[in-house]
């Protein structure tokens, strides 16, 4: 009896014990099977084939967007030669008026290792126009110092100036020493940060229309007394072999240690593509910038979006507070509402749908009528966007920390790692309960069957007859109360 109780205590434990752990096993199930599917990949998003090119670094990038279609090694730095010269056109659209004077320094005049120029004379004054046109197409070095002199007051100020100006744009592999390129072990940068200057400058009409032009004559004046005729460098906006229909703007560099480098800017079909070579040998220069169009203007197509979305598209809604992204992203369902143009470049054959779409905003501006980022994502790499009206469900000022935090609350219910502990404690006290419930039956049961054994000395019969006598004498007794009513 003794052991029989010990199993019988032991088999309520187990069920006990099993029956509270259930909810555990079916929420751990259910976790691993959220984790399988989230780890499912969608087909492989497939990315035009690359073209050859010689040039041992080289970009192709759309202006609009900043797509790059295309990179070899785009982040090596090298030594840019003339091409240094778009910059110094820059900072001079940016901080000049076209007919201001500029006067020839000395040092401009007896540089050392002067390389190309338009053989100034000291005193001499241009207006800014003509040193553009001056270092854009006959790439003089005269006139780029002169210039540089007069905007940031020294060669010394004006690099500074570049080099501020190039971590505006992204720039991250870029270190100017001098205005023009002439030769300088520190002074280097790399394709990617050289389209970047790039796309900048073409914001600008005035460089679109300086640097196309072929030929230009800068006119002479009380303080020019010459007639100074200049050829453009750049042998794809010419007539020739290496003509290229669609370019639009360049320049060209050269120098023994920086060999051949080449900016150039061709649109056709309303899409305007950058193209940057460093370090090639020779006309191959113009040969890989031919490829990397080919490759650009075949390949690929621009998109309006707000066109193509149809009024409205899925994304995924970064809040952004402190310019830190609070939370993790949720998908939502967001109204296309185009603020200016919106682009995206996608290969031919690739569908707008198949795009992720992401919201990123401020919850600090998080008001009516404020604007918010919508890029779009394809094959791993950023293809484009533009800036959209806040959808109404963002500018309530509740909504960004609920947007945020939402995803936060959630996860540990999906992932089922949330509560456990309470179902292993209550499952813990259940089989307690049971378990003493069970004991003290048992311990009833004995304690009966030794009361039994002592009485009758455990004669079963004995006890048996004594129970029907009482149950006998029972019934008689309930039969003489009902007769005597």
């Known amino acids: 009896m003794k052991y029989r109780s010990r199993l019988m205590i032991t088999a309520v434990c187990l069920t006990v014990f099993f029956t509270a752990f259930q909810p555990v096993r079916i929420l751990a199930s259910s976790s691993q099977a959220e984790e399988t599917l989230e780890t499912e990949t969608s087909p492989e998003e497939e990315w035009p084939e690359d073209p050859f090119i010689e040039a041992p670094s080289g970009v192709l990038m759309e202006a609009s967007t900043g797509t790059v279609l295309y990179d070899k090694n785009m982040h090596e730095q090298h030594y840019p030669a003339s091409i240094t010269k778009i910059m110094t056109a820059l900072l001079a659209i940016e901080n000049c008026d076209m007919d201001e004077m500029v006067t020839v320094p000395h040092e401009a005049v007896y540089m050392e290792d002067k390389g190309s120029h338009i053989a100034l ?169 031919a490829a990397l169009f080919d490759y650009g203007f075949d390949h690929f197509k621009k998109v309006d979006i707000g066109q193509e979305t149809g009024g409205s598209t899925t994304a995924l809604i970064h809040a952004r507070t402190n310019g830190a992204e609070s939370g993790s992203p949720a998908a939502a369902e967001i109204p296309v509402r185009p603020e200016g143009e919106g682009y995206v470049i996608l290969p031919d054959t690739v569908m707008l749908s198949q795009l992720q779409p992401d919201l990123y905003y401020d919850t600090e501006n998080a008001s009516e009528g404020a604007a918010a980022t919508l890029e779009y994502s394809y094959a791993g790499r950023k293809v484009g966007g533009g800036q959209i009206a806040l959808p109404a469900s963002l500018v309530i000022p509740e909504e960004p920390e609920t947007t945020a935090e939402i995803p936060a609350e959630e996860e540990p219910e999906k992932s089922g790692t949330g509560f456990w502990w309470l179902y292993v404690i209550l499952g813990i006290l259940a089989a307690a309960a049971l378990a003493g419930g069970g004991y003290l039956f048992v311990r009833r049961q004995i304690w009966k069957s030794r009361w039994r054994r002592r009485r009758y000395g455990g004669r079963d019969t004995v006890y048996r007859r004594h129970v029907r006598r009482n149950h006998v004498y029972h019934i008689q007794a309930r039969r003489r109360r009902r007769w005597r009513r």
Do not use: W
Request: charged share 20%; hydrophobic share 35%.
């Open 121 to 289: 004379d000291e005193g001499e004054e241009l207006r800014v126009e003509d040193c553009l046109y001056a270092i854009l197409l006959a790439s003089a070095n005269d006139a780029a110092y002169s210039l540089a002199v007069h905007i940031g007051g020294s060669i010394e100020g004006f690099a500074d100036m570049m080099n501020e100006r190039a971590r505006e744009l992204g720039c991250q592999d870029t270190h100017f020493t001098n205005p023009h390129g002439l030769p300088d072990e520190n002074h280097v940068t790399s394709a990617y940060d050289m389209a970047l200057i790039t796309r900048e400058a073409l914001k600008y009409d005035i460089f679109s229309e300086i640097s196309g032009t072929v030929f230009y004559e800068i006119q002479p004046s009380d303080k020019q007394p010459d007639l100074i005729p200049m050829s453009h460098h750049h042998a794809m906006l010419q007539a020739g072999t290496y003509h290229y229909d669609g370019a639009f703007a360049g320049k060209n560099g050269y120098t023994t240690v920086a060999q051949n480098t080449l900016v150039t800017c061709a649109e056709r079909d309303g899409m305007v593509l950058i193209s940057v070579t460093m370090e090639t040998q020779g006309k191959q220069v113009y040969v890989d910038a």
